[in-house]
């Protein structure tokens, strides 16, 4: 069996940056360091945290007073960072600067008198978050079907914005469908929301070209790695989304000789490898791995952990 990895794939700079926070504050602080919501939908990294000293709560009600606190990747709303000052939490906040950046065009829509249109999936941690860091109602919207159904006048100033994690297709399409619904809509371009998305998207695609299924390492509540498990399935591939390798089941390789494997955006390199380890029990495996775009972003840390050793690092200063 040939097993082709996608490139790029796995860790991006907003998941690689929230993880170290959690790190380094264990690091510095000691445990426990109380994290809001899983710091990365992906449960490996979170029992791996937890392990270390992380204590993960869905409510700061849960947060014993005084203990350091962290927020999630995914962003909070106002009321959380509101209820944490009120409490006088030490807070470090894990929100992905993509995120953080689309609090911010949200505001400046608002403040510019437009009303907001979200683009992205109920009930998602993120969606919730970014809803609430604007003063205004937003209207949100995962479908073509939603734009038509939205109950405001055909002239209003629209504008806007998008969860970070969609399938970059499926977004065009709903903003083209808001544009052509209503007159004043402006809204950032899709290519701007985020690089990993599109990256790990785009790199599935050249993956479907040379494989016979694909698999996608990742969360079932990672909403970047069912993406990448539908394009597969949109592109007409048997595609499976697996935690690890555990997950592999021997049935789906009947009759396939190229296996696309990739990994969303939270899940890290040894899952993809306990995979490649499940697929040579099954039989002799090559693995290769596709040209593609070399990422090099990286997102700063706070300025009070940014000089504490990793733990990776604290093990070599003691060795
Ligand atoms: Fe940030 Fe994009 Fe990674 Fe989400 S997928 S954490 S927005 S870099």
Redesign the pocket.
């Known amino acids: 069996m040939q097993v082709i990895l996608a490139n790029p794939r796995g860790f991006?700079?907003?998941?690689v940056r929230a993880i170290e926070i959690v790190e380094r504050a264990l690091q510095r602080y000691g445990a426990p360091v109380y994290v809001r919501h899983e710091i990365v939908h992906n449960r490996h990294v979170v029992d791996t945290l937890r392990g270390k000293g992380a204590v993960f709560v869905e409510d700061l009600d849960e947060v014993p007073e005084g203990a350091m606190t962290v927020f999630s990747?995914h962003g909070v709303a106002r009321t959380v960072e509101e209820e944490a000052k009120r409490r006088n939490l030490p807070v470090f906040d894990a929100t992905?600067p993509?995120?953080t950046k689309v609090h911010l065009q949200g505001r400046r829509y608002a403040k510019a008198g437009r009303t907001l249109v979200m683009i992205g999936h109920e009930g998602h941690a993120e969606v919730i978050g970014t809803r609430g860091q604007v003063d205004v109602h937003v209207h949100l919207v995962s479908t073509e079907e939603d734009v038509a159904a939205l109950d405001l006048p055909l002239d209003t100033p629209l504008a806007y914005i998008t969860q970070?994690?969609l399938s970059v297709d499926d977004t065009r399409g709903v903003i083209a469908a808001l544009g052509d619904r209503f007159s004043d809509l402006i809204g950032p371009d899709v290519s701007e929301i985020?690089?990993?998305?599109q990256n790990r998207q785009s790199a599935v695609r050249d993956l479907c070209k040379v494989a016979d299924l694909i698999l996608v390492v990742g969360s079932e509540n990672s909403s970047?790695s069912s993406r990448l498990r539908d394009l597969g399935a949109d592109e007409g591939l048997p595609s499976y989304l697996v935690a690890d390798g555990s997950a592999i089941d021997p049935a789906w390789f009947d009759g396939i000789e190229r296996v696309g494997l990739t990994a969303g955006?939270s899940a890290p390199d040894e899952l993809v490898d306990s995979v490649i380890d499940a697929l040579r029990k099954l039989g002799p495996v090559d693995v290769s791995q596709l040209a593609g775009v070399d990422e090099s972003i990286q997102f700063g840390l706070p300025r009070e952990l940014r000089d504490v050793p990793t733990p990776t690092q604290a093990a070599v200063i003691s060795a």
């Open positions: 991006c700079a907003g998941v990747a992905c993509l995120v970070t994690t985020c690089y990993a998305t970047n955006a």
